[in-house]
């Protein structure tokens, strides 16, 4: 959680210094559930992907920082030789798909990754996570792809994380429902809460999730309550959020939260989690520096294709 918060501060002053090309869009806020939930994940034998709030839960799961710099920067030695978008990076091979835009797609992704692996029979074991946010909910997308995840029992993850706007929009504005998690009887899958500013509690609740997808349970649905603490993107001021919900239990800041419940049950002293901090912070400088000092690709030498065999240059095959 800190190194992520850490990494996202240094990305957030390198956009506003015009060192980053495209949008930048920060997790602060979220930390707790999504490095909960990567934390319960083996890189290697289960599958996360990413949404674009989840650098805390790529770490978790393993991601390199010098991975995450290089693509914000456009490093041609970045997983994704500096030609996407620079929050649109992953190794499919490692169980990290690229973070997908379009809301709801990484449902059916995953899904689709579990079956495979099933077919396999590869699947013994093995979990498939994504995290979305609330307004996902109201899209065919998360429809579609929760269904056929507990049609086909698959041990899917899916965590929504509900920081009461999508973009601008309220959730007054998005749904009826008491609360998102009741979505989950709709589907015949198990359906969790948590407090997503507690990361005590979001640690003992992903551990649940995760365990009882892995038993064979079938998907769990888990819904996080919180407020993203900065606007939807680096470009966004988030001044339509309610000020009464930034004075609320929803507006706490998790790593806060963390930090005191680390020192208050006695699994770590201040002094060890500010050592944790400095450490974090070299670790971010260092593979910012490297980055930086990296070619960007170059339209007139690069010898890439859109087709899997770039050898192919009969196009109309």
Not at 70 to 97: C, F, Q, W
Not at 120 to 146: I, Q, R
Not at 283 to 304: C, L, S
């Amino acid at each position: 959680m800190q190194t992520s918060r850490i990494l996202e501060n240094k990305l957030g002053s390198l956009y506003k210094a015009g060192k980053i090309v495209g949008g930048v869009y920060l997790g602060k806020g979220q930390e707790a559930v999504s490095a909960s939930l990567a934390s319960c994940l083996t890189k290697g034998r289960d599958i996360f992907a990413p949404l674009i709030r989840d650098q805390a839960g790529r770490t978790a799961f393993g991601e390199e920082l010098i991975d995450c710099t290089r693509t914000y920067l456009g490093s041609v030695n970045g997983p994704m030789k500096g030609r996407d978008g620079n929050i649109h990076r992953g190794r499919p091979a490692e169980g990290m798909p690229a973070m997908i835009s379009h809301l709801g797609a990484a449902i059916s992704l995953v899904s689709g990754m579990l079956m495979a692996k099933r077919i396999k029979g590869e699947l013994d074991g093995a979990v498939g996570a994504t995290c979305v946010g609330d307004g996902c909910t109201s899209t065919g997308a998360f429809h579609e792809g929760l269904n056929t995840a507990a049609v086909e029992n698959l041990p899917l993850v899916l965590t929504v994380a509900n920081n009461q706007y999508a973009y601008s929009t309220p959730n007054d504005r998005q749904f009826v429902c008491k609360d998102l998690v009741d979505k989950a009887i709709g589907y015949g899958v198990r359906g969790h809460s948590v407090d997503g500013t507690d990361m005590l509690a979001c640690a003992q609740v992903m551990q649940e999730a995760v365990g009882r997808a892995r038993a064979g349970e079938g998907p769990q649905l888990v819904v996080a309550s919180m407020l993203r603490l900065t606007g939807h993107g680096e470009h966004d001021d988030g001044s339509y959020v309610d000020a009464s919900l930034k004075e609320s239990k929803l507006g706490r800041d998790s790593i806060d939260v963390g930090s005191a419940q680390l020192v208050e049950n006695g699994y770590a002293t201040a002094e060890e989690i500010e050592s944790w901090a400095t450490e974090a912070a070299e670790r971010v400088q260092k593979a910012v520096a490297i980055a930086q000092k990296e070619p960007v690709p170059d339209p007139y030498q690069d010898d890439w294709a859109a087709f899997s065999n770039p050898a192919n240059t009969d196009f109309h095959s």
